[in-house]
């Protein structure tokens, strides 16, 4: 079964350091892969997704993950961390059975120190 | 335009109320679908629906009742709620045989 792993429930940066949140995915097949960012009380917005083009997916906001087959991984990263930045953040992956579902990782909350 | 529209942004009922909330989407998208998202945890699937036909059901109990009048909205009516449904709920689109979901504001629901 797939599945996805979050490492990390919160990762606190100081404001204009790297910002890097990790996602690792079980799949017999290279899947799709997408992050999303929630912030408080507001819905879930796509920030990128990788679709077996390009490995390093440039998103929204600065950010990118790079895809590593190898490693089974899709870390999310951003050079200089803003305080806008402070929000939850998903990793999801397709069911590779079904092109309606998504699995979620559990969540990581990035916290930006000023 | 990538917008995901929900009404009401809040709501607050009783157990024995009967309301409904609303999604639209103008993106031409023929897959919609609910989420209930509970506090610091990922979003949960409830219902899927593929050119206006319900397509999944994730055993949601029938407390819950979704409805697709057309390709541009859905709806989920809601009756005798518990306490325990009270969560935000999501509402996202996408085309059909795609992974890319695009998500509303959502309604933040509390049952007293």
């Known amino acids: 079964a797939q599945s996805v792993t979050q490492l990390g429930s919160h990762v606190s940066v100081s404001e204009g350091a790297l910002v890097l949140l990790r996602c690792n995915y079980s799949?017999?097949?290279?899947?799709?892969l997408f992050w999303y960012v929630q912030y408080p009380n507001q819905g879930l917005q796509l920030l990128l997704k990788y679709t077996s083009a390009a490995t390093l997916v440039k998103g929204i906001n600065g950010f990118e993950a790079e895809f590593k087959k190898s490693e089974t991984s899709f870390h999310l990263t951003k050079p200089s961390a803003h305080m806008s930045d402070a929000a939850e953040y998903f990793c999801?992956?397709?069911?590779?059975?079904?092109?309606?579902?998504?699995?979620w990782g559990a969540g990581t909350k990035l916290i930006i120190k000023p | 335009d990538t917008e995901v529209t929900q009404t009401p942004k809040h709501l607050v009922m009783g157990m024995t109320n009967k309301k409904s909330l609303k999604c639209e989407q103008h993106?031409?998208?023929?897959?919609m679908y609910w989420y209930k998202q509970k506090a610091k945890k990922p979003p949960e699937l409830m219902f899927v629906?593929?050119?206006?036909?319900?397509?999944i059901n994730e055993s949601v109990p029938s407390r819950f009742s979704p409805e697709c009048p057309n390709s541009s909205l859905l709806n989920l009516h809601l009756h005798a709620l518990q306490p325990e449904d009270s969560a935000l709920y999501l509402c996202a689109s996408s085309r059909v045989g795609t992974d890319t979901q695009y998500f509303g504001p959502g309604t933040r629901l509390t049952v007293l």
């Open positions: 629906y593929s050119y206006e036909k319900l397509s």
């Open positions: 993106m031409g998208h023929r897959a």
């Open positions: 999801a992956v397709s069911k590779m059975d079904s092109n309606y579902q998504l699995i």
């Open positions: 799949s017999s097949v290279p899947p799709y």
